[in-house]
C-alpha cells in the first residue's frame, strides 16, 4: 500500500480497519506488529494532511495586514447545511 497515494478518508478508513483487526483475539504477534506499524504511518500521514488543512485555512483566512480574521460561527445555524 502507497499511503502517499491515498485520501485522508481512505487513510482514516483503513487505520478503523486495522483497530477492528488488532483488537482481534487470534491474530498473531507478527499480523499484529505489521498492521501497527502500518497504523502508525497512517496516523502520520493523517496528521498531516490536517496540519496541511489548518496551514491553508489560516491562509485563506488572514486579513490583508497577515493578521488571521476570527469569524464567529454559530454551528446551530450552520447544522442543516453541513449535512449536505
Sequence with gaps: ???DK???EEAMSE???IVK???DENITLDSAMEK???GVKLSEFCLKKLNEAEKKI???TRNEK???KVNEIDLKENEGSLEN
Aim: avoid cysteine.
Design 58 to 60: 489560516e491562509e485563506l
Design 15 to 17: 487505520l478503523e480497519e
Design 6 to 8: 491515498l485520501t485522508f
Design 21 to 23: 483487526d488488532l483488537e
Design 36 to 38: 501497527f506499524e502500518t
Design 1 to 3: 500500500m502507497n499511503i
Design 66 to 68: 497577515g493578521q488571521l
